[in-house]
């Protein structure tokens, strides 16, 4: 009995211990400089404001603390007080049980941020930064970032990665804090893996702390902020490698983070065969547009002449372009922040692109309804090898607190070889462009803070690009409107363009009480020179060059000088008024000797933006503002154009320079912690003059537009957006409906004749997504776009052409088990393309998880399971000889394996 005894006396204070233990909370209260804070007063309340306290306890003179927690059925929040510091309020969770916790409480500022907390702490809101806990949304089968965004509330992402957060567009992802990546932040989120990350922090009126005026102006972007578990120096990544036995594809991807005190880095890499084109998973828009960084930002567009030619790729709307091309894709990236010293930043990109991928159709018709049996064969293709490089850097160097010095380059490398392949009537045609882009950025900031309001930023930048494009044009049939003859069947074009531009720019800005204050005095010049020729290759292989005159007309120098004042006031907390005016001097030299046309402008642009914070979760804002619409580089080295073979005209064209107006209104409700709900809406409408339309007399070359001014017609652009999100807390769901109705007119010149062209659209999406839990979700969504194109030619005949499209789209999370997963995607589009027949296609992606272990795992793709059908469209040109029905992507069966590190 006496041992008995005795061990019962041994064992209470650790069964005691364990009793207060499950039901109590441990931890240590500090300051952002994680210095302890003693006597803070620890609640465990039934509200998260106001409630009835339940348990109290004191920090001791360490900050620490320990409080008992009742056991009771309703929600009880945690809350930590001391005076001259918020209030820190936190759901209590089995979190925060049977761990030790370090709170960090903040001291008071002027305007006390708000504190969200819902029940499931997945969504937390202080002030201007909204944070979702990875943890909450995260399934275990994301394969990037941007799987993972996807699932948060607020976010769309389109099929390059760039986002928007309830209608603001996002500027740049930062790793823990740093910007790496600026607005190519789509190759982050599309190739990088979740392994490591800990919250996703969306930062509203975000101020860029590595640069020196950021202290004294207040931040105008949002970004996304990626956090990752604090275990010291971090390594994090994914390596995949999978292959297609039957289709013999691969498919590979790497991820690798790497986070320090001082460095920071990120290397991805991607090579598949299975229709992801590197371009879009870079995330570049269109085949022609270059990298861009945010830590280069230049204070006036430094824009480069464009590839004069394209063949364009074939999509319907609603659909995934990974749907459609068969291709041999990869991509190389690394990004390098240094930290060397407290005074010294030092960044470093460069990223290798490569794609090779294809369109094709065949078909064979026979018809049986002659006296003689005819067989068509139709064929059609689109091919492309595009390469890019792109690299990026920046030093900057804190000379002491009142000085820094910035240094930037660009440098970018783009090859791009098109082919196009066609039979019309049973006779080929062949279109081939082979385009180049080099250019190289440069420019050096210097910033001087001259007192505690003011500031002086110095600028200058310098860009040196070539364009060149050649053009094989090869049709054997007779082509009266383009006077192509037997004996000239084969157009060939030399063209490259050499441009230079030097700017030199001066900021003063002054702060002060409410008042924000910037002038600014730029100055530009572009020179753009011709540096070769064009020419025609007849049957005999004999070439003709173009007149000389074709080179003198195409010479451009363009001059800019620029004096703009801005005053933004903030009268209240609810009220801010932003006024600028800018006085703008343009002119303009095109053509050389005889050829030579001169204009110049001085035009006055004021505009105003108002913003009115009607409550805390609601946002009005009004804007509009006068616009001048100048001719584009473009537009004047399209001033003159062929009526012949080898005969050269300039047309009507001058230079033209008018002003046109803008005005917007954007309104928002966020609130997806309280009331649940997130409501945006937004127009935008701007009236601008047609100096230039179009005068389209022949198949689309970049030598066979005529640019006629007009001056009584303007372009009329209406765009429109209504997005809406309700948490559905009853389900754990989301529901998002977005409308986007826009409308555009514009004029062009047809033969000499006035024509009125007109396009609407509207697209409208309903989804349904839910956060239920890991084992079982749903994420579905019916989109419906719809869009007409009219055009009236004055006196002769009215063209109108329609199409639509029908989408349902629904994936389904399943996990088996604890280490099975099966993901189902099945999307069924209607497509109806302008004017031809109605096509019904089937998508269905089946995939197998199989984790090996918490590092390993195991997949099995099953994609485009039904797509065995094609589709059809129609670019409305009579001139336009190729056969468009193209044949989607085929069946892919691929095996995986990855490893997490």
Known sequence: MLRILSLLIVLFPIFAFSQVTNKSINGIVVNPKLEPIANATVKIVTSDTDGVVKKFAFTNTEGKFLVTVPTVTYPIYLQISFVGYETYNLLVTDSLINAPKQFIITPLSKELPEVHVIADRSITKRGDTTSFKVAAFA????????????????????????????????????????????????????NASTNGLDKVEVIEHYKNTSKLESSLVGGDQTVVNLKYKKIGLRNFGEA???????????????????????????????????????????????????????????????????????????????????????????LISSNLLIKPAKKILFKNNYAFLQDNFLQRYNNTTTYLNTVISTIVNEQSSIQKKNQYFFSEGELSFNWNKHHQTRAYYFVRNNNNQHIGNGFFQNNPLQQQINNTTKQVNAMLTHVMVLNATSYLNLNYAYQNSTNSSNYMFNNPLLDTVFKITNASKQLVQNLAYHQK??????????????????????????????????????????????????????????NENELALNVENEFSRKLKIDVSTKIKHVQYNHGVLDNRITNDKTVVLPSVNVGYNITTTQFIMLNGSLNVELPRLDQLNKASYFTGINAISSGTNTVNIQRGYELGMYYRFYDPTGKKIILNISANYNKSPNIYNSNFTGRGLYAFYNLEPFYNNNVNNLYSQIEIEKNLVALKSWLKLKINPNYHQSFSNTNDVLTTNTSTSVKTELRFSTNWNKW??????????????????????????????????????????????????????????????????????????????????????????????????????????????????????????GYKF
Request: glycine fraction near 4%.
């Open 501 to 558: 531009t030097h700017y030199i720019g001066a900021t003063w800005f002054k702060k002060l009480k409410r008042t924000q204050i910037n002038i600014t005095y730029s100055s530009t010049f572009k020179n753009v020179t011709p540096t070769s020729d064009a020419s025609v290759v007849d049957n005999n292989n004999a070439a003709s060059l173009l007149p000389n005159e074709f080179l003198l007309k195409q010479q451009i120098d363009y």
């Open 240 to 330: 995949q490698i999978g292959y297609a036995p039957k289709s013999n594809l691969i498919n590979a991807k790497l991820s690798n983070t790497t986070l320090s005190k001082r460095v920071k880095g990120v290397t991805l890499g991607n090579k598949n065969q299975i229709g992801f084109i590197a371009q879009k998973l870079y995330g570049l828009s269109s085949e022609n547009s270059a990298s861009y960084n945010n830590n280069i930002q230049y204070p006036t567009r430094i824009d480069n002449i464009t590839t004069p030619i394209g063949i364009y790729n074939l999509e319907p709307m609603n659909i995934n372009s990974s749907r459609i091309f068969d291709n041999n894709s990869q």
């Open 139 to 190: 399934k275990g089968n994301e394969s990037n970032i941007a799987d993972l965004l996807k699932k948060l509330p607020g976010f769309h992402i389109d099929e390059t990665g760039s986002m928007t957060f309830n209608g603001k567009y996002i500027s740049a992802v930062l790793v823990e804090d740093d910007d790496l990546f600026g607005r190519s932040y789509g190759n982050l989120i599309n």
């Open 776 to 897: 079982f979700n749903i994420n579905t969504a019916v989109a419906y776009a719809t869009s007409k194109q009219q055009s009236i030619v004055k006196g002769l005949f009215d063209n109108s052409f329609t199409s639509q499209d029908w989408l349902t789209n629904t994936t389904i999370e399943l996990k088996l088990h604890k280490k099975w997963f099966l993901d189902i995607q099945h999307d069924y589009l209607t497509n109806q393309s302008y004017n031809q027949p109605l096509r019904h296609i089937q998508f269905l992606d089946v995939k197998f998880r199989y984790n090996i272990s918490t590092k390993m795992h195991a997949n099995l793709l099953l994609r485009n399971m039904l797509n065995t059908d094609g589709f059809s469209t129609n670019n409305a040109s009579s001139t336009q000889n190729v056969v468009q029905n193209f044949a989607l992507t085929p069946f892919v069966g691929l095996f995986s394996l």
